[in-house]
């Protein structure tokens, strides 16, 4: 089970930390993704982690989205700062079928029982 949470309003210019808690599944052993549909937008990658603690950030992200991963808690986050208007958006966690790298990112597994139930963001100017 892949669980989100931390998503609410925010305003222009602060953090936000998002997180997705795994259960049910070998946490050490699955590389885990995020994901972001804007409103009236496709899914995209936002970024992932490797089983190893290893992250990747899609490159129009980099200076401001943040992923990691916690093994003592099942959990890996995503940090965002300086929230922009054009983040409002779900974000979502996915288990990764590839190993996670720079190039491809995560590529989800198209089994919903891998993915968190997503959490909303909206970020007033």
């Known amino acids: 089970q892949f669980v989100n949470s931390g998503g609410g309003l925010k305003q222009s210019g602060e953090s936000l930390r998002l997180s997705c808690a795994v259960s049910?599944?070998?946490?050490?052993?699955?590389?885990i993704g995020w994901f972001r549909q804007v409103p009236g937008g496709v899914r995209e990658q936002v970024s992932c982690?490797?089983?190893?603690?290893?992250?990747y950030t899609a490159v129009s992200m980099k200076d401001r989205f943040t992923s990691s991963r916690d093994r003592t808690r099942s959990t890996v986050y995503l940090d965002i700062n300086n929230l922009k208007p054009e983040d409002t958006g779900e974000y979502t966690c996915?288990?990764?079928?590839?190993?996670?790298?720079?190039?491809?990112?995560?590529?989800?597994?198209?089994?919903?029982?891998?993915w968190g139930q997503g959490t909303q963001v909206t970020v007033s100017s």
């Open positions: 996915a288990a990764c079928l590839n190993l996670c790298d720079e190039k491809d990112l995560c590529f989800a597994s198209g089994a919903q029982a891998f």
């Open positions: 049910g599944v070998g946490f050490d052993g699955v590389p």
């Open positions: 982690t490797t089983i190893g603690g290893a992250t």
